[in-house]
């Protein structure tokens, strides 16, 4: 499912800016590496920072939960509930195998408050210094009264039969050059219940900006064509050429006359 523009409004407003990047483990306690949970109870969960950005490997020292909603092993994490709407985003990479995600958001009671499932994880090639990756995102309110968020990432059984076909590298470089992409084949990762992720928590800035996530939310054309103006010279300015050409994408759908120009501009200027 694509990024709508609303969404990536959010995104472009948040007010917790992600400096940092830290390498967090999931690995089980010693002496329950080998525990296979049935219930939520039983698992403990690593406090996170909001803002924050912190990379994982999911693996066989993680922490196992097989239910109705998990085939495996899984991370588990808290987050504070008093920073008002949190974005949360998840990026789990590719090679030979990707670890296919469910996120699902708890309040402190293990009560469901949100959830990104499996079908809204979307495939983004690799671009620059990013590899391929699975990637997926929510914005939420915690409800009142919520003492802390949990964050549990899992995979499901249907997930596990399943495999993300990948663009092949030499097809990625022709797009990026606007050329005729070459008949070769495309590889393909089949899912395991194990990965390397990364998990972004963004607080949004105030409940005004929050409601950009409503869907009667319109900006002006001028808004708009001058978001995605600036966010796509800036995705290439970042080297964050993915992003730049989705956002290309969606601008020229949108009758974005200056999107492309703007775009091999930028390009040309990182050369």
């Not at 329950?32 to 039983?42: D, G, M, Q």
């Amino acid at each position: 499912m694509k990024k709508t523009l609303s969404m990536l409004i959010v995104a472009a407003l948040l007010g917790g800016c992600v400096t940092n990047t830290e390498t967090v483990t999931t690995q089980a306690p010693t002496n329950a590496v080998n525990t296979v949970n049935t219930s939520l109870a039983n698992l403990q969960w690593l406090p996170l920072n909001a803002p924050s950005s912190s990379k994982f490997t999911i693996d066989a020292n993680s922490q196992k939960l097989v239910d109705n909603i998990s085939a495996g092993n899984i991370a588990a994490f808290t987050l504070p509930a008093d920073q008002g709407a949190l974005t949360i985003k998840l990026d789990s990479f590719a090679k030979k195998t990707v670890y296919a995600p469910v996120v699902s958001v708890y309040n402190e009671k293990n009560a469901l408050i949100a959830t990104i499932p499996a079908e809204n994880f979307n495939y983004v090639p690799a671009a620059m210094l990013m590899d391929d990756h699975l990637s997926g995102a929510i914005t939420f309110m915690p409800p009142k009264d919520t003492k802390e968020i949990r964050v549990l990432i899992s995979t499901t059984r249907d997930a596990l039969t399943e495999t993300t076909t990948l663009l092949h590298p030499a097809k990625a470089s022709a797009i990026a050059r606007n050329t005729q992409p070459p008949a070769i084949a495309d590889p393909i990762a089949t899912h395991t219940d194990m990965g390397r992720l990364e998990l972004t928590v963004m607080t949004v800035a105030d409940d005004k900006q929050y409601q950009a996530e409503r869907t009667d939310y319109a900006p002006s054309p001028e808004e708009r064509s001058s978001y995605y103006l600036n966010s796509i010279e800036n995705a290439v300015n970042n080297g964050d050429l993915n992003k730049a050409m989705k956002l290309l994408d969606e601008a020229e759908k949108l009758g974005i006359a200056d999107a492309r120009p703007t775009f091999i501009n930028a390009v040309e200027a990182k050369k």
